[in-house]
């Protein structure tokens, strides 16, 4: 499994960002993608501390998203070209993080220890 997150950036508070995740590599009838996100200053010293999942979505298209503001982020996928989608809006400087595309056999799962493939993870920073 491949997973590749593009779209990170540097953005005021107040503003918008859209996540591209490009995978390959997975079984299309037994996948959950997600969104996960490092806060800075928590390392992965542990499986799971720092990280927490934003959203992910299986193939059954079933959706759970973490404990956030849910209006603010939304998930997408694009099946056919195999991306994944995350738009944060009205970004505020706690939502700072490195934010991963990972994968997991599904069914859908926000528990960060079910996946096992990671991209690189890009870098959002929103100042206040």
């Known amino acids: 499994v491949k997973l590749m997150e593009s779209g990170g950036g540097s953005v005021p508070s107040g503003g918008s960002l859209l996540l591209t995740c490009k995978a390959s590599g997975y079984d299309d009838d037994n996948y959950c993608l997600g969104w996960i996100r490092q806060v800075p200053g928590k390392e992965r010293e542990v499986p799971g501390k720092?990280?927490?999942?934003?959203?992910?979505?299986?193939?059954?298209?079933?959706?759970k998203y973490g404990n956030y503001d849910r209006g603010r982020f939304i998930l997408s996928e694009d099946k056919f070209e195999r991306t994944l989608s995350l738009q944060i809006i009205n970004l505020k400087p706690e939502d700072t993080a490195t934010y991963f595309c990972a994968h997991a056999m599904g069914p859908v799962t926000t528990n960060v220890v079910d996946y096992g493939y990671w991209g690189q993870g890009t870098q959002v920073t929103v100042s206040s």
């Open positions: 720092g990280r927490e999942v934003v959203a992910a979505i299986d193939n059954d298209g079933k959706v």
